[in-house]
């Protein structure tokens, strides 16, 4: 009788790129504190009876898409971690760059046109938005031989 034993499988998983790293894990963070501060604090004071159920159901929802986003940009940057193969991803870095720092620019936007007072509220937003995108930038400007590749 002649047993066979199965192969080990090695995978060599290697962090490539840790500004990719922390980048996905902040924004799995954000993904579920946006989605924790919706449900708990803004999200609930929509019930209010001068508003639309359209209007709730608007904002909810695009609450909830930025939750979503956040969540895809987190697993994307985890994975884009690993990629040894900068050119593949660095297009994929900086329209996610791109789409966080026009979030930033509505979000200052729209306070200061609505209430101006207020943009001292977007305070820790808006440096929670620039540091993720600096690490994001910080991640593309890697060069090949500090990236491992």
């Known amino acids: 009788m002649n047993w066979e034993f199965p192969r080990r499988v090695v995978v060599n998983i290697k962090v490539r790129n840790f500004y990719y790293l922390i980048a996905g ?5 954000f993904a579920v504190t946006h989605a924790w501060n919706g449900q708990s604090v803004v999200l609930p004071t ?23 986003e956040n969540l895809i940009f987190g ?5 884009m971690s690993f990629q040894s193969e900068r050119s593949k991803i660095q297009f994929a870095a900086w329209m996610i760059a791109a789409i966080l720092i026009i979030r930033l620019m509505v979000i200052l936007g729209i306070t200061a046109l609505l209430d101006v007072s207020a943009l001292t509220d977007t305070f820790i937003d808006t440096i929670a938005i620039i540091l993720y995108v600096a690490l994001i930038i910080l991640g593309t400007t890697l060069k090949k031989k500090q990236t491992g590749g």
């Open 46 to 68: 929509l019930d209010i009876g001068a508003m639309s159920m359209d209007t709730r159901t608007v904002f909810t929802y695009v609450w909830h898409i930025i939750t979503a």
């Open 75 to 79: 697993i994307a940057f985890i994975v």
């Open 25 to 29: 894990i902040l924004a799995l963070l």
